[in-house]
């Protein structure tokens, strides 16, 4: 799922492209991609997009007459810019925005139709789409450790969740814990204030940081990859592969549809995690440290 560094991307392309211009109609060609009856889609046409904002992991055009379009890609949802009149792939295509220079289409891989398109008017009735986390990059320490600490939760379900932190998903909450030298099980509840300072610090770093590299990547282009899977990323998406900065392997658990990668000589002090079912199917067979680990993969 596209988080703040890549939403930003698509704003950073975006904003020059379609900012000012004029929409001259759309297509829709999957209906449950529209989530909203009341203004209709038709009530666009014509009109000229003001601005683009993030709001979460969604997408806001502002089109004049109070008007909103709200994006959220889920987790395969994609942009695509095209010339004029461009057809939308016919498997993978939901949607095209025409401007007069141009044509956003919107995709999505896969079968599940998980993306999202509503069509508003007025700032209040946006701010229902708003989940309400705080933005991590305008936070100060002391916002950042209240909202942290409010409740006791695992640092990786705490950074994910969008009523707490805004745009932080499961792939760069991977990344800020590796630089934090933060277990993903670490209860927020007991965490330090030298530990919340540590991980203050590496969420702002690890995402202004993406922002810079995606944005030096892709230059005046658009963006055609946006991953989840980034090359130069430390554990997400490297599972068996060397953390990069101690070559132990990098670890995964797998809890109901998302995961955890990370580190243990970096981040748990040497000790593997385990998910409840690998737990329980393996009881005391489950090794518990890297060199256990070690031992049984080369065998008696």
């Known amino acids: 799922m596209p988080e703040l560094p890549d939403i930003t991307l698509y704003l950073h392309a975006l904003t020059p492209r379609v900012v000012g211009h004029r929409i001259i109609g759309t297509r829709l060609t ?4 529209l989530r909203s009856v ?3 889609l038709a009530a666009i046409a014509g009109r000229t997009v003001t601005g683009l904002r993030r709001l979460g992991k969604r997408i806001v055009f ?3 007459d109070d008007l909103f379009l709200v994006f959220h890609l889920m987790i395969a949802g994609r942009f695509r810019w095209k010339p004029t009149g461009a057809p939308i792939p016919g498997r993978v295509g939901l949607f095209a925005l025409d401007f ?3 044509a956003l289409i919107l995709t999505e891989a896969g079968s599940k139709r998980q993306a999202s398109l509503h069509l508003v008017r007025g700032e209040r009735a946006l701010a229902q789409h708003d989940r309400g986390g705080v ?6 320490l002391a916002s950042f450790q209240a909202v942290l600490q409010r409740d006791n939760h695992t640092v990786k379900r705490a950074l994910t969740d969008p009523h707490l932190f805004s745009g932080i998903g499961n792939a760069y909450s991977d990344e800020i814990l590796h630089a934090a030298r933060l277990s993903p099980f670490k209860q927020t509840e007991s965490m330090t204030d030298e530990e919340v300072r540590r991980l203050y610090d590496a969420t702002r770093l690890t995402l202004t940081g993406w922002i810079a590299r995606l944005q030096t990547e892709t230059g005046g282009e658009f963006p055609e990859k946006v991953t989840a899977f980034r090359e130069g990323m430390a554990v997400h998406g490297r599972y068996g592969q060397p953390c990069p900065d101690c070559g132990a392997p990098v670890q995964r658990i797998v809890y109901a549809s998302n995961e955890a990668n990370y580190c243990a000589q970096c981040q748990t002090g040497g000790k593997l995690l385990a ?12 090794p518990r440290t ?3 680990l070690e031992k049984k993969r080369r065998g008696p």
């Open 275 to 286: 998910d409840r079912s690998l737990s329980r199917l393996l009881h005391d067979d489950w």
């Open 290 to 292: 890297l060199e256990e």
């Open 62 to 64: 502002a089109v004049d």
């Open 100 to 102: 007069d220079c141009a």
């Open 135 to 140: 933005e991590v990059l305008d936070a100060d």
């Open 30 to 33: 999957s209906p449950f991609l």
């Open 38 to 40: 009341d203004p209709p």
